[in-house]
Every structure is written in C-alpha cells, then in structure tokens.
C-alpha cells in the first residue's frame, strides 16, 4: 500500500471505545518520496481524518514514508523507531504512545 492508502485506511482502524472522552489532534508529517501531511481530529471520541493536517495539532509524527508505511504494516516497531531517531515526536508525548491502541495499526505494541 502507498502512504495515501494507509493515511485512507486509518479511519477503518479507529476504535471509538478506546477514545472515548478524548479530544485531541495527532498529525503526521511524512518526509520522503511519498511526502504529506495528515492528522486525525478525535472529538469526544469521535475521529475524522484530515489531509493536509491543521495549524496547532497536539502531537505531531515525523518520518520518512518507508518507515510509516513499514509501522503501519507492523514491520517496524514503533518504540523501536522512535528510539533510533527514525520517528519524532512533539508535543503530547503521552498521546503519542497511545496511537497503537487508538488505530489498531498491524505492528507491536510500544
């Protein structure tokens, strides 16, 4: 899959339960051949996805497009990318950590 379809596919993968009551904003900006900009608005629980991304998200996710696509497809461990400099991350550190278990992406938990 390209990083369009995975960033399509993200929507799919959302679980309301697991955002119940949060409102926040986590984007991702992807460097690389196959770069853009993302982010997901949940409110209240509910989450939509927005190309482009917005103006004051309260995460942000920094990587190359080889290394989104190989997290989302659960080849590479995202703590492990994070570790190695392969993933940055400002902003909400804690939101962050909860990206696995909001979007039941297909790699190990961090």
Do not use: Y
């Not at 991350?89 to 039941?104: H, N, P, Q, S, W």
């Amino acid at each position: 899959m390209t990083v369009s379809e995975h960033f399509e596919d993200l929507s799919a993968r959302f679980d309301t339960a697991a955002a119940s009551g949060l409102t926040k904003t986590i984007q991702w900006d992807i460097t690389g051949a196959e770069h853009g900009v993302w982010a997901f608005e949940i409110v209240d629980g509910v989450g939509r996805l927005i190309p482009g991304g917005v103006e004051k998200p309260d995460t942000v996710l920094t990587t190359s497009d080889e290394t989104w696509i190989a997290v989302a497809e659960g080849r590479q461990d995202p703590m492990k990318a994070f570790m190695t400099g392969k993933l940055k991350v400002t902003g909400d550190m804690t939101f962050a950590l909860r990206t696995i278990e909001l979007f039941k992406l297909a790699g190990p938990t961090p």
